[in-house]
């Protein structure tokens, strides 16, 4: 098993947030994998702590590694992903989805790190507790990652970013998501994870209130 989306717990006191994933390759020649997400939930500050959503999405994969001067690092098919919440009645949410993603490598100056990745899918298949879905959070999503932009007494600066619109094609511009995350590690403490601070605005954090609108902040630690 490898590391496939981040892993982390970060806390806020009625909607914490615990996220586990890995990868596994399927074949010892072939970049072909399955991966896995988990993402939780949490309200801490009831008396029963009860998860508020689970998240589960399985998804298959081959990786496409380039060798290239345009800083297109490998290309992801996915010909099946699957997100449910497990749940029934009026809290069932599940979709299937298909599609791709392009990872690019940039090498700044002073040993800095862009990654992004643009990842276009195609959704169906939904239940019909959440057949609006694609009105919240469209097929097209942004991420990206800048590692070492600070340097001091914060060590291993990482500023981290997922963004997506809403709308059948992505073209609802006030509907969608915005996530913002900075994991580092602080000199003189010797932890092995690092410090996480995470800051989500708009719809779609998870299947069960993709049509809320959320604006939360929480802290923790990454993995």
Request: glycine share 8%; net charge positive; charged share 25%.
């Amino acid at each position: 098993l490898t590391s496939y989306a981040p892993v982390y717990f970060i806390y806020n006191p009625h909607s914490s947030k615990v996220q586990a994933s890995f990868k596994y390759k399927l074949h010892r020649k072939y970049n072909l994998y399955i991966g896995y997400t988990h993402l939780i939930l949490w309200d801490l500050a009831e008396d029963s702590r009860p998860f508020l959503d689970v998240n589960y999405n399985p998804e298959v994969f081959y990786r496409w590694k380039t060798t290239n001067k345009i800083n297109l690092e490998s290309v992801d098919l996915i010909p099946y992903g699957h997100v449910s919440n497990g749940k029934d009645g009026d809290d069932t949410r599940s979709l299937d989805y298909a599609g791709a993603q392009a990872n690019f490598k940039f090498n700044l100056r002073r040993d800095r790190v862009l990654r992004t990745a643009v990842r276009v899918k195609y959704m169906g298949n939904f239940d019909q507790t959440n057949n609006t879905i694609r009105e919240y959070s469209g097929p097209v999503e942004l991420r990206f990652s800048l590692t070492d932009f600070s340097k001091g007494i914060i060590d291993k600066a990482e500023l981290t970013g997922r963004l997506y619109t809403g709308g059948t094609y992505g073209e609802d511009f006030s509907r969608g998501g915005q996530e913002i995350g900075i994991n580092f590690r602080v000199m003189g403490v010797d932890i092995t994870p690092s410090f996480y601070l995470q800051y989500f605005h708009g719809y779609n954090e998870s299947l069960r209130y993709f049509n809320e609108k959320e604006h939360i902040v929480r802290f923790g630690l990454l993995l």
